[in-house]
């Protein structure tokens, strides 16, 4: 079973929060969450392209791991990377590269810092 542009375009609608823009036109799909963006998805002679998210140093392993997996097209080389939706990268991979995008543009939660009592 492979991933296609639908399938992708599913799962990343299926992310809590999120929703769909054409801000770069009608053929650029664009998935935010709270005016983020964690996914650009294309489609160009039948093959489908997915920009996502990543920590720099598991964008860089995940370039290595797979042929299909390259630094992001028009997008910071460092924090994005481009899939090409070839069938070469497992579902379960890109399910997570979406799941990890997605979580790293979710705003940091504080931590209530609370006094330590037995310190006074």
């Keep these: 079973m492979s991933f296609d542009f639908t399938a992708a375009r599913n799962y990343c609608l299926e992310q809590p929060g999120s929703c769909?823009?054409?801000?770069f036109g009608p053929d650029i799909y664009v998935y935010k969450s709270q005016t983020k963006?964690?996914?650009i998805?294309?489609?160009k002679d039948a093959l489908a392209r997915i920009n996502l998210k990543a920590d720099p140093t598991?964008?860089?392993?995940l370039r290595q791991l797979f042929?299909?997996?390259t630094p992001g097209y028009h997008?910071?080389?460092t924090h994005w990377n481009t899939v090409?939706?070839?069938g070469t990268v497992p579902v379960n991979e890109v399910k997570r590269q979406i799941d990890n995008s997605w979580a790293l543009i979710q705003p940091k939660r504080r931590r209530k810092v609370t006094q330590n009592p037995a310190a006074d």
């Design 67 to 69: 042929a299909a997996v």
């Design 75 to 77: 997008m910071n080389k």
């Design 84 to 86: 090409l939706l070839d």
């Design 41 to 43: 998805l294309t489609e």
């Design 58 to 61: 598991e964008a860089l392993m």
């Design 20 to 23: 769909e823009d054409f801000p």
């Design 37 to 39: 963006i964690f996914a």
